[in-house]
């Protein structure tokens, strides 16, 4: 008798090879989409950073910079400088808009806590957060998200970003 590999133990081999490929590759898809939602709230998180770092960095006291984050899809994101020392972002104050450079395709702002718009907006010489022009509430939230997986960006009074998924 010889040794050899019958047609349907064959069939079988490939079936299952093409089943396993199948789960494989369709769990590449999703990963690669939750990464470009990580992605996108690590470049927000840098774009915070910098609005800070010139609020802190300049020599004129009086200006503030700040960004300005609403809800929607994909959501606004803009850089600012507080000219007038409100605490909210006026179309004239525009200094870059991140939204279209920023977040990846398929991401969005799915949520704005305390509220959307947000204003997070960082005075010098001491560096003192507003949100919305109020020192209160203690935090910020902003989630984004492709739908399916979510990342919260998060900054508190003293002007620490975290970046935690959910």
Not at 73 to 84: A, R, S, T
Not at 99 to 106: A, Q, V
Not at 145 to 166: C, E, H, M, P, Y
Request: hydrophobic letters at 40%; proline letters at 4%; one cysteine or more.
């Amino acid at each position: 008798m010889e040794k050899s590999f019958t047609l349907v133990e064959l069939l079988v081999v490939l079936s299952m090879i093409g089943i396993l490929s199948l789960m494989t590759f369709s769990g590449i898809k999703s990963s690669q989409s939750n990464l470009s939602v990580l992605r996108s709230a690590f470049a927000l998180s840098t774009e915070i950073r910098k609005a800070q770092e010139w609020a802190l960095g300049q020599k004129d006291e009086e200006r503030r910079y700040g960004i300005y984050v609403k809800t929607g899809n994909p959501g606004e994101i803009v850089l600012f400088c507080d000219e007038n020392g409100n605490g909210s972002y006026q179309l004239r104050e525009k200094i870059e808009d991140f939204t279209e450079k920023g977040l990846e395709k398929g991401v969005f702002i799915r949520s704005i806590s305390p509220n959307s718009p947000l204003n997070i907006v960082f005075e010098a010489p001491q560096p003192i957060v507003y949100f919305n022009g109020n020192q209160f509430p203690s935090e910020a939230e902003i989630v984004l998200s492709n739908g399916s997986f979510d990342v919260k960006v998060k900054v508190n009074r003293a002007g620490l970003i975290l970046v935690t998924t959910q």
